[in-house]
């Protein structure tokens, strides 16, 4: 039998979470933490949390994040690297990762609401079905992550504004970093699309900035978007560019990156496919040369 500080292998967790339960509890208290940001102020943090939405293609593969072993094999060599602060998942996600000893001294950021699934005719109600704030701050997890889709047309909005409004209140009440990735969003030939040019960014922002009975804990996650210097214009919140589906070349890729870290407001990237499931499968490299981005130049 393992013991509670041992790091579990893959193919040891299913056995742990049928008699061994109790060691996600303790490993979250044990659990070696650092502080938020770095001497730097810059984070890198790799993303995990699309799944728990029923979004597990990558280009043209649809069920690319299906399999979960194949999904930690490649979080772990992400979260290996130097230069990777740390995670963002739902708590299946996190609480695996724990288990296989891969957040000593990470950044843990725990997913917050799930309920949008992706394709379905309730994705606007992005209901809180993940973490809550309280859970966090008593796991020692570092923040809690919220997706804001705003769509003018959807009642379903302002119950998702309610609830994340609240959200970041409760995470600012424990000291607690409440994430919000604010997207204008519209409903086209059945499909959710988000509106990713300047002007409905900055909108965006103004509505995510302002959740909250006080915003001393908030941090932005945002889209890399045409004119980024005037959409940054619109906020003092610290922010983190997403990476959003790895549609086109890593150069061009890793290019708009790397331009949208020289903004004073820009303190680094959250980024999940376009990380883990690179074009030429080589995660090590793609995450270097993030890490390098995001640390190799002074905010």
């Given at each position: 039998m393992t013991t509670t500080s041992s790091r579990a292998s893959i193919a040891e967790l299913t056995e742990?979470?049928?008699r061994e339960p109790r060691r996600i509890t303790e490993g979250w208290a044990a659990r070696r933490r650092r502080e938020l940001v770095g001497e730097d102020g810059r984070l890198l943090i790799v993303a995990a949390d699309h799944p728990a939405r029923g979004a597990l293609g990558v280009r043209d593969d649809?069920?690319?994040?299906?399999?979960?072993?194949?999904?930690?094999?490649?979080?772990?060599?992400?979260?290996?690297?130097?230069?990777?602060?740390?995670?963002?998942?739902t708590p299946d996600v996190l609480d695996d990762l724990l288990l296989m000893g891969a957040l000593e001294g990470k950044v843990a950021i725990g997913s917050m609401n799930r309920g949008g699934l992706q394709g379905s005719a309730f994705e606007f109600d992005d209901r809180f079905t993940a973490y809550t704030a309280k859970e966090i701050a008593a796991s020692g997890i570092d923040g809690g992550k919220m997706l804001a889709r705003i769509c003018y047309g959807d009642p379903g909005t302002v119950a998702t504004l309610e609830a994340s409004a609240r959200a970041v209140t409760d995470l600012a009440e424990r000291g607690v970093m409440a994430m919000v990735e604010p997207f204008l969003s519209v409903r086209q030939d059945g499909r959710v699309r988000n509106l990713l040019d300047p002007d409905s960014t900055i909108r965006s922002i103004h509505i995510a900035a302002g959740l909250g009975a006080t915003s001393r804990h908030t941090w932005l996650k945002l889209p890399v978007v045409d004119e980024l210097e005037r959409v940054m214009d619109a906020t003092t919140l610290p922010a983190l560019l997403l990476g959003g589906d790895p549609s086109?070349?890593?150069?061009?890729?890793?290019?708009?990156?790397?331009?949208?870290?020289?903004?004073?407001?820009?303190?680094?990237?959250?980024?999940?496919?376009?990380?883990?499931?690179?074009?030429d499968g080589d995660v090590a490299a793609a995450v270097d040369i993030a890490a390098g981005l995001v640390h190799g130049r002074r905010p």
């Open positions: 742990i979470r049928v649809s069920h690319a994040m299906a399999s979960r072993s194949n999904l930690l094999e490649r979080l772990a060599t992400a979260l290996s690297r130097p230069g990777v602060d740390g995670v963002l998942g086109g070349h890593p150069d061009e890729t890793y290019a708009a990156w790397g331009r949208a870290l020289d903004l004073p407001a820009v303190r680094g990237l959250v980024v999940g496919r376009a990380l883990l499931f690179p074009p």
